[in-house]
């Protein structure tokens, strides 16, 4: 009963925690600009960071795992590798942009 009872309470804890953050950001944010590219105002290792997180959350995680461990084998990295060089690039080049 208390095992549940203390997982209970966390989740609701992590869940007003993130409501939280979704309002203050609601605040934060000014714009179409702001909500889409973060106002331009990310620096270089969080440009970075964004552009890896959403490749490797769904792109690498899950479709080159399955193309993997289907008919092409290792030759499905070829997509990580690729996007690794790109994200080097796009870090620097996004923010030169207006």
């Given at each position: 009963?208390?095992?549940s009872?203390?997982?209970?309470?966390?989740?609701i804890?992590?869940?007003?925690?993130?409501?939280?953050?979704?309002?203050?950001?609601?605040?934060?944010?000014?714009?179409?600009?702001?909500?889409?590219?973060?106002?331009?105002?990310?620096?270089?290792?969080?440009?970075?960071?964004t552009?890896?997180?959403?490749?490797?959350?769904?792109?690498?995680?899950?479709?080159?795992?399955?193309?993997?461990?289907?008919?092409?084998?290792?030759?499905?990295?070829?997509?990580?590798?690729?996007?690794?060089?790109?994200?080097?690039?796009?870090?620097?080049?996004?923010?030169?942009?207006?």
């Amino acid at each position: 009963m208390s095992g549940s009872f203390i997982v209970a309470a966390v989740v609701i804890a992590y869940m007003a925690f993130m409501l939280f953050i979704g309002w203050y950001s609601k605040h934060m944010i000014s714009g179409n600009a702001d909500f889409m590219v973060a106002g331009r105002r990310l620096g270089p290792i969080l440009m970075a960071g964004t552009l890896a997180a959403t490749e490797i959350g769904g792109g690498s995680s899950l479709g080159v795992v399955q193309q993997g461990m289907g008919k092409y084998g290792i030759s499905a990295a070829w997509y990580v590798i690729a996007m690794g060089f790109a994200f080097v690039i796009l870090t620097f080049l996004a923010g030169l942009s207006s």
